[in-house]
T-cell receptor
Framework: DVKVTQSSRYLVKRTGEKVFLECVQD?????MFWYRQDPGLGLRLIYF???????EKGDIPEGYSVSREKKERFSLILESASTNQTSMYLC?????????????FGQGTRLTVV | QKEVEQNSGPLSVPEGAIASLNCTYS??????FFWYRQYSGKSPELIMS????GDKEDGRFTAQLNKASQYVSLLIRDSQPSDSATYLC????????????FGAGTRLFVKA
């Protein structure tokens, strides 16, 4: 079974802190994604990566950065956390670099910024 | 205009009925289409994928794609209370690289 593992299920951070969300997949997938999910807004793409050290901005990259030093690991960084970044964060991976295969999701990290 | 649009619902159907979920998308070059189910507090999981015009059936689920109308739908036959969830439509297109764009989801309630 494909497994996508996010480092934390719940996080509480203070405004201004630098926050790291880690994601690891064990199926040698090319693509990895970070989404945030908010009520009424659905899943919004923050960043994605189709290869090691490659990254592309999604629809809402402001306030975030990412790192992909190894194929299996994709990290989301909140440079200076703000309360409007309180959300559910979902990491996903997919096999095909052209995006036409299903995405497998991690369990999600519910981040609260106070 | 949102890239992928769905009616947020909630859509309520009685047990045993057919539930019909709809999705439209804006990128005419889109090539891959997916339906995910998300239970409350859980992550999305794939139900169906469809890549060419027409119908694709898998058990109680049928996905329908009409690229000319930029429309994709999911039919759930013999709906069960366990089908109660949010259904997300996802589209992957040529523009913008390899990203998959999700709709906001339709909440489905199946009444016993």
């Amino acid at each position: 079974d494909v497994k996508v593992t996010q480092s934390s299920r719940y996080l509480v951070k203070r405004t201004g802190e630098k926050v790291f969300l880690e994601c690891v997949q064990d199926m040698d997938h090319e693509n990895m994604f970070w989404y945030r999910q908010d009520p009424g807004l659905g899943l919004r793409l923050i960043y994605f990566s189709y290869d090691v050290k490659m990254k592309e901005k999604g629809d809402i990259p402001e306030g975030y950065s990412v790192s992909r030093e190894k194929k299996e690991r994709f990290s989301l960084i909140l440079e200076s956390a703000s309360t409007n970044q309180t959300s559910m964060y979902l990491c996903a991976s997919s096999l095909n670099p052209y995006g036409n295969t299903e995405a497998f999701f991690g369990q999600g990290t519910r981040l609260t910024v106070v | 205009q949102k890239e992928v649009e769905q009616n947020s619902g909630p859509l309520s159907v009685p047990e045993g009925a057919i539930a019909s979920l709809n999705c439209t998308y804006s990128d005419r070059g889109s090539q891959s289409f997916f339906w995910y189910r998300q239970y409350s507090g859980k992550s999305p999981e794939l139900i169906m994928s469809i890549y060419s015009n027409g119908d694709k059936e898998d058990g109680r689920f049928t996905a329908q794609l009409n690229k000319a109308s930029q429309y994709v739908s999911l039919l759930i036959r013999d709906s069960q209370p366990s089908d109660s969830a949010t259904y997300l439509c996802a589209v992957n297109g040529r523009t913008g690289g390899f990203k998959t764009i999700f709709g906001a989801g339709t909440r489905l309630f199946v009444k016993a």
